[in-house]
């Protein structure tokens, strides 16, 4: 008896969940409503005056001289990476030239020990006999 009190009806807890889940949509559209009344609303509106003349030449000054520097900053990074190129090359025509000396050394020696080798082979073979 006590068992069977403490058992909710099933029926009772499917429309409690369904209920809670009622409340929860309507609570997630309300926010929705709310957020959407608030957002800025993405329209372009074209102006009926047009810019003076002033200040249509103030912006071409303005745009001139920036248009200058920005010359003058693309001549001075081409110029330092050109010079940095430069260095490069140099260094890498430097290390050429050392792994080119050592692949010449390395063959020199690995002519002189096959010499050597050639040498040990025929005194073991003047013993031997």
């Known amino acids: 008896m006590i068992a069977a009190a403490n058992t909710p009806d099933p029926q009772f807890m499917f429309q409690f969940m369904l209920t809670l889940a009622?409340?929860?949509?309507?609570?997630?559209?309300?926010?929705?409503?709310?957020?959407?009344?608030?957002?800025?609303?993405?329209?372009?509106?074209?102006?009926?005056?047009?810019?003076?003349?002033?200040?249509?030449?103030?912006?071409?000054?303005?745009?001139g001289e920036s248009m200058k520097k920005d010359s003058?900053?693309?001549?001075?990074?081409?110029?330092?990476?050109?010079?940095?190129?430069e260095v490069l090359h140099e260094k890498i025509n430097g290390v050429d030239r050392k792994v080119g000396g050592l692949e010449t050394a390395t063959e020199l020696l690995s002519q002189r020990m096959i010499q050597m080798d050639q040498k040990l082979d025929r005194a073991i073979e003047r013993r031997s006999e």
């Open 22 to 63: 009622f409340l929860a949509s309507v609570w997630s559209g309300i926010g929705v409503w709310r957020n959407g009344r608030r957002t800025q609303k993405r329209e372009v509106s074209f102006a009926e005056q047009f810019a003076s003349r002033e200040t249509v030449e103030r912006i071409e000054f303005s745009l």
């Open 72 to 85: 003058a900053n693309r001549r001075e990074i081409y110029d330092r990476l050109r010079n940095d190129t």
